[in-house]
DNA sequence: GTAGGGTTAG
C-alpha cells in the first residue's frame, strides 16, 4: 500500500486524492517519520490539495512529536516546557492554513493530539487534553475514553487510567485490553486476574492481546491454573499462531518450572523472535539449567540471531547461577566486543554476581571500580550479597556503605548486613544496624507466603496462628522439625544447620513453612505445591525447605519477590551450585 | 482514517 501510495505521488501519475496523501501521512506518523511526514503535509500544501479533517491528526502527532508548536494555547504550554522554539514552516504553514479552515477540536484532533503524552513527562499536558474532552462533551467517547486511558497508562499513573475506564459507559473489547495491559504492565498482577474474570462475566471475548496481558500476570503470580486455562482457550479460538501470545505461553510455563511442556511449545513456533529465545533461556537459566541455557544461546547466535541487552542479563544471570563463572565472563567481553552493546548497570550487576557467588570479592570489587558508567544499587547490593555468601564482613561494611548512599530506604540491604554481622556473632554489628533502621523510620515489611488452593487463596504470617487448621499445621512442622535434624545429625550436614536451629521453634515459624506444611497437608503425593512469597524468600528456610522436599518426597515451588526456588528430592534447582 | 500485545538481574 505504502509503496503504491509513494509510486503515486512521486509520477503522478493521477492527482492524488486528499485519501492518498493522508494514508501516507498516516503511515509516517506511525513508524515515527514525523519529519517525513511534515515534508509530505508541505508537498501537500504545493500541490494545491486541501487538509482535511483526517489530515490534522497526523500533522499534528507529528508536530507535537517534534516539540513544534502546533494548535494555540494547547500545544504552547509544551513549547514553552521544552523550549523548543516552533519551525518557522510549520507555524507559518498551519497559520495560513487555519486562516482558511476553521479548526474545530473534535475527537479525530484528540486522537491524534493524545498519543504525542505517551510518555510521564507530558502527564500534564496530556491531563489539560482531558479537560478539554471533558469541556467539548467527548470524554465518554470511546475511542477517545480508550487513548485517553492508555494515555495514563503509558504515563504510569494507572489510578487515573482506572477512572477513566470505570467512567465509560460502553466497554468494548479495545477498553478491557488496554486496562488489562495497562494493569499489566505496570506490575498489578492481581488485578489482572479480576478484571480478566469480571470481563468474561460481562460477555466480553477475550481476544489474542487480552491473553497476553493474562498470561504475563500469571506468571509473575505463579497462577498455574488460569495460566493452563488460558492454554485450553487458546487452543479452542485458533489462537496457535499468534507469535505474541506463544512468547507468553513459553514464559509462563518456563518460569513456573514447566520446562518440558515450554520446549515444547518452543520448538513448535514457526516463528521465534528474540523474546522466544529470552523467555527460554531464561526458564532454564532460571532453574538451575546453566548447561542448557548455554547451550540454546549458542545455537540462538548460530542461527544468526544478534542477542541484545536484554538476553545478555538473562544468559549472564543463568551462568551466575550454575556457577558457569569463566563462560559468563567470555559472554561479557563479547557483548561490547562482537555485538557493540554498551554494558549497562544491569550487566555489571550480573557479573559481580557471578564473580562474587565463585568467591571473588577482589575481582568484582575491582570491576565495579574500573565501570565506566556509575554503579548503581544493584550493582553494590550483588556485591553485599556475596559478601553474605562468602562471609566477609569487611567488604560487606564497604558496599553497604555504597549502596546505601544510593538507596538508603531499601530495607533489603539492612536486613542483609544484619545477617551478616548474626552469621559472623558480632552482636554488636547487628544493634547497630537496628538503630540505624530505628534511626531512618525504616520498618520491614512484614514477610507473607499464600498458597492458592481450590481457588481460595491461604495466607500465612510469620508465627501466625489464625488459620483454621492452625494445629495440624504445627503438627506437622514439629514432625518435619525432628526428621529435618535427624537427617543433618545422620548426614554430618549438621555445621550447615547450625545457623538455623535457632530458627526452629514457635518463635520463628517463617511464613513459607506454614505454607509449606499447609500444602502437604491438603495435597495428595504428585500434585505440586506453589507458595507464593510478597519477599525475597528466607535463606535460612532453604536448606530445610530441600531436606522436607526428600523427606516428604514432594515436589514444591517457592516462588518469591526475584525467583523460583524448585525443591525436589532435596535438592533446589535455584542456586544450588554453592 | 481511532484506541490494546511478548523478554531482563539483585
Redesign the pocket.
Same mark, same amino acid.
Given at each position: 500500500m505504502t509503496v503504491h501510495v509513494q509510486a503515486a505521488i512521486a509520477k503522478s501519475l493521477a492527482p492524488p486524492t486528499?485519501?492518498?496523501?493522508?494514508?501516507q #501521512?498516516?503511515e509516517f506518523a506511525?513508524q515515527c517519520l514525523f519529519s517525513d511526514a511534515l515534508h509530505l503535509y508541505r508537498r501537500m500544501l504545493r500541490s494545491g490539495q486541501s487538509p482535511?479533517?483526517?489530515?490534522f491528526?497526523f500533522v499534528l502527532k507529528s508536530s507535537a512529536a517534534l516539540s513544534f508548536s502546533v494548535t494555540g494555547a494547547l500545544l504552547h504550554g509544551h513549547v514553552l516546557k521544552t523550549g523548543c522554539e516552533p519551525e518557522p514552516f510549520v507555524q507559518t504553514s498551519l497559520i495560513s492554513m487555519m486562516r482558511e479552515e476553521v479548526v474545530s477540536v473534535n !475527537?479525530?484532533t484528540l $486522537? @491524534?493530539l493524545?498519543?504525542g503524552c505517551?510518555s510521564p513527562v507530558d502527564l500534564d499536558l496530556g491531563k489539560s487534553l482531558h479537560c478539554c474532552s471533558i469541556k467539548i462533551g467527548l470524554e465518554l467517547?470511546?475511542? +477517545?475514553?480508550?487513548?485517553l &486511558?492508555?494515555?495514563y497508562?503509558?504515563c504510569g499513573s494507572v489510578e487515573y487510567a482506572r477512572k477513566v475506564f470505570d467512567e465509560m459507559p460502553e466497554k468494548? &473489547?479495545?477498553?478491557?485490553?488496554?486496562m488489562i495491559?495497562?494493569y499489566?504492565?505496570n506490575g498489578f498482577a492481581t488485578r489482572v486476574l479480576d478484571l480478566y474474570r469480571e470481563m468474561k462475566l460481562v460477555g466480553v471475548s477475550?481476544?489474542?492481546?487480552?491473553?497476553?496481558?493474562v498470561? !504475563?500476570s500469571c506468571?509473575?503470580l505463579g497462577a498455574h491454573g488460569v495460566g493452563r486455562e488460558v492454554e485450553q482457550r487458546i487452543e479452542l479460538c485458533g489462537?496457535g499462531s499468534?507469535?505474541? $501470545?506463544?512468547?507468553?505461553l513459553v514464559?509462563m510455563y518456563a518460569?513456573c518450572g514447566n520446562l518440558v511442556k515450554a520446549h515444547s511449545i518452543f520448538s513448535s513456533m514457526k516463528?521465534? /523472535? #528474540? +523474546?522466544?529465545?529470552?523467555?527460554i533461556i531464561?526458564g532454564y537459566?532460571?532453574h538451575g539449567h546453566g548447561e542448557l541455557a548455554v547451550k540454546l544461546f549458542e545455537e540462538m547466535i548460530k542461527a544468526g540471531i544478534k542477542p541484545?541487552?536484554? $538476553?545478555? +542479563?538473562?544468559i $549472564? !544471570?543463568a551462568c !551466575?547461577?550454575s556457577g558457569l563463572t569463566d563462560r559468563g565472563l567470555e559472554y561479557f567481553a563479547t557483548m561490547e566486543r562482537s555485538y557493540g552493546l554498551q554494558p549497562g /548497570? *544491569?550487566?555489571?550487576?550480573?557479573v559481580v554476581?557471578l564473580l562474587g557467588r565463585a568467591g571473588r570479592l577482589k575481582e568484582a570489587e575491582e570491576l565495579i571500580r574500573s565501570m565506566k558508567v556509575k554503579p548503581?544499587?544493584?550493582?553494590w547490593? =550483588?556485591l553485599?550479597?556475596a559478601c553474605k555468601i562468602h562471609k566477609n564482613v569487611k567488604l560487606a561494611e564497604l558496599a553497604f556503605e555504597r549502596v546505601i548512599e544510593l *538507596?538508603p530506604a531499601n530495607i @533489603?540491604y539492612y536486613v542483609l548486613l544484619s545477617n551478616i554481622y548474626s552469621d559472623a556473632e558480632n552482636s554488636e554489628g547487628v544493634l547497630k544496624v537496628r538503630t540505624m533502621m530505628r534511626e531512618r523510620k525504616l520498618r520491614k515489611e512484614p514477610g507473607y507466603s499464600y498458597v492458592e488452593f481450590k481457588g481460595e487463596v491461604h495466607i500465612f504470617l510469620a508465627g501466625d496462628r489464625t488459620h483454621q487448621q492452625t494445629d495440624d499445621i504445627y503438627r506437622m512442622l514439629a514432625e518435619l522439625e525432628s526428621l529435618v535434624r535427624k537427617l543433618c545429625e545422620s548426614n554430618g550436614i549438621g555445621g550447615k544447620m547450625k545457623n538455623e536451629q535457632h530458627l526452629i521453634g514457635e518463635n520463628n515459624v517463617h511464613s513459607e513453612k506454614l505454607a509449606i506444611a499447609f500444602g502437604l497437608l491438603n495435597t495428595r503425593p504428585g500434585m505440586e505445591i506453589i507458595v507464593i512469597k510478597n519477599l525475597?524468600a528466607c535463606d535460612d528456610c532453604h536448606l530445610f525447605l530441600k531436606l522436607v522436599s526428600k523427606i516428604a518426597d514432594r515436589e514444591f515451588i517457592v516462588r518469591d =519477590?526475584?525467583?523460583f526456588h524448585h525443591f525436589k528430592d532435596g535438592v533446589c534447582s535455584c542456586?544450588d551450585y554453592w
Open positions: 486528499s485519501t492518498l496523501w493522508n494514508t #501521512l498516516r506511525k482535511n479533517v483526517f489530515t491528526p !475527537s479525530v $486522537l @491524534g493524545i498519543p505517551f467517547d470511546s475511542s +477517545v475514553g480508550n487513548c &486511558l492508555t494515555m497508562v503509558k468494548g &473489547l479495545i477498553t478491557w485490553n488496554a495491559s495497562g499489566s504492565q477475550p481476544d489474542p492481546v487480552t491473553l497476553v496481558g498470561l !504475563s506468571t509473575h489462537f499468534n507469535p505474541f $501470545l506463544m512468547n507468553s514464559n518460569r516463528e521465534r /523472535s #528474540l +523474546v522466544s529465545w529470552t523467555a531464561g537459566g532460571m541484545d541487552k536484554t $538476553l545478555f +542479563v538473562t $549472564l !544471570s !551466575s547461577h /548497570s *544491569e550487566h555489571y550487576s550480573c554476581d548503581d544499587g544493584a550493582v547490593g =550483588a553485599l550479597n *538507596e @533489603g525475597r =519477590a526475584t525467583r542456586r
